[in-house]
């Protein structure tokens, strides 16, 4: 899973392509011209926000720059089967079903917008998220119920409080709406809980023992902190654990369950190295599964002032999870294997792709029933960082090799 990058990290990216940090690269692991394959439509801008594996290929889902939102098939060779777009409707999030269709959820005419696709990339059913005294907002991120329910969580924004937005959760009926026959709820995660101004929730999972944990951040748009937030089954709070950092910043972007607890991937402001510049590390952070206490907070940097930021992550077949980003500004796409151990997490293998020549970003993550994985992301030549983009995948072995 994973979504449309925040305000704030859009910004940081923004900055850091104008000049506010160093962008060139270094040679990397994975540079090969057959490792990344590219799909998409020539000045669109496409940004991946989901990838999946299909019983004949694969699917990626996510929005094209101030366009709408893409579907892209390929067979289980690669090869593109068909790439539909839908205009003023972008997909922040899509959840797979059994029968191999999709539950999308993002944003139409800047409210939050949901809708069931079918196999072939076709809308069945769709329409803005039923909220009470909705205005402007976004859906970013769903899972399924075990009763067959959605639960989509994002951000409104609240004239009526002191915050710019809030962020909530809402449960809806498997037509994504609500109604009081189907169990249906609606919360708002509690602004005074954290700083206000700006709290977005941004990743929902289910939880082993029932109800659902969410991930967002909550602050002013540059001194934000991470959260994690747990809910019953029938929508009441159950825990709050908050990821705060006296440097400044903490943005979580992608959250899966594990053995034990719950990890998210995020980016975490850090002091910067040379004055002028920006510095963000690639945050791993996981919590135990009754949400009361952080068992690590890992960060992954880099030797200058850079944005590394994990933007998905991904349950491995032998328990561990694998984690996609951003590797020192625009360049480069990251990705690590992880292990979970009763004795902390350790990283199996940490590697990039890309070039000072060709940039890659990675948002996305699918572990491939070969024991491989498929990433997926964007990619864009040097000299048009922000502009010109197309679907990346990159295949990938279970050593974290291309194919």
């Known amino acids: 899973m994973n979504r449309k990058p925040s305000d ?80 003023d409707e972008f997909i922040f999030d899509m959840q797979a079903l059994a029968d191999g269709t999709f539950i999308a959820v993002g944003q139409k005419n800047d409210k939050p917008w949901i809708a069931a696709v079918d196999a072939d990339g076709t809308q069945t059913w769709a329409h803005v998220l039923p909220l009470d005294s909705l205005s402007l907002g976004r859906a970013n991120g769903v899972v399924l119920a075990q009763d067959g329910g959605i639960v989509v969580v994002g951000s409104k924004n609240a004239p009526e409080t002191k915050a710019y937005t809030v962020a909530y959760v809402v449960k809806l009926n498997a037509q994504g709406e609500l109604d009081e026959t189907s169990k249906t709820w609606e919360t708002f995660i509690d602004a005074e809980s954290f700083t206000g101004e700006f709290d977005e929730a941004v990743a929902v999972v289910e939880a082993e023992k029932g109800g659902f944990v969410v991930v967002g951040s909550s602050g002013p748009l540059l001194d934000q902190d991470g959260w994690f937030v747990g809910f019953s089954e029938t929508g009441a709070k159950q825990f709050q654990q908050t990821i705060a950092n006296p440097n400044g910043n903490v943005k979580l972007n992608d959250l899966i369950a594990v053995s034990g607890g719950y990890v998210a991937v995020g980016t975490q402001e850090m002091p910067s190295k040379e004055p002028g510049t920006m510095n963000f590390d690639m945050l791993v952070v996981k919590i135990d599964d009754a949400g009361s206490k952080i068992l690590a907070e890992e960060k992954f940097s880099s030797d200058k002032d850079c944005l590394d930021a994990g933007t998905g992550v991904a349950n491995t077949s032998d328990g561990g999870y694998v984690v996609v980003g951003q590797h ?76």
């Open 8 to 87: 704030f990290l859009g910004l940081v990216l923004f900055l850091f392509a104008m000049g506010c940090g160093d962008s060139t690269g270094t040679p990397t692991l994975n540079g090969s011209p057959g490792c990344v394959k590219a799909y998409g439509t020539l000045g669109e801008s496409e940004h991946t926000t989901n990838v999946f594996q299909t019983t004949d290929g694969f699917v990626a889902g996510g929005y094209r720059n101030g366009l709408g939102s893409f579907l892209l098939k390929t067979d289980t060779d690669f090869k593109q089967t068909w790439f539909k777009k839908w205009d």
């Open 328 to 403: 020192c500004n625009i360049p480069t796409g990251r990705f690590m294997k992880r292990a979970v151990n009763a004795a902390g997490d350790t990283t199996v293998w940490n590697r990039s792709v890309g070039s000072d020549q060709r940039y890659v970003v990675l948002d996305a993550v699918a572990a491939l029933d070969t024991g491989g994985f498929l990433l997926a992301g964007g990619v864009t030549e040097s000299d048009d960082p922000l502009g010109k983009g197309d679907v990346a995948f990159v295949a990938l072995d279970a050593e974290g090799q291309c194919l």
